[in-house]
């Protein structure tokens, strides 16, 4: 009696074992997939700072561009 006890104990703790490391494989690749979207995600925030970038300099290049064609053509530098 105390033998199917103990099987039945071992039996369970088994079982816990292989639905806990079921679970923990799986929540592992999922993980996993999340930190590959992570990573396409910061890759695409990469190129958009870069276009922003680009932008600013155009605004710049712009800025300084601006004042002598004002001048130029006699609009207030308010403008």
Known sequence: MAEDVVISI???A???VGVLGSAL?????KFKEVEVRFKEVEKRFGIIEK????MDR????????LPPLQTRLGWPSWL
Not at 25 to 29: D, N
Not at 58 to 65: L, M, S, T, V, Y
Request: with cysteine.
């Open 10 to 12: 071992v039996g369970l």
């Open 58 to 65: 155009r605004f710049e290049e712009f800025a300084e561009i």
């Open 51 to 54: 276009k922003f970038e680009a």
């Open 14 to 16: 088994v079982s816990v």
């Open 25 to 29: 494989c799986w929540l592992g690749k």
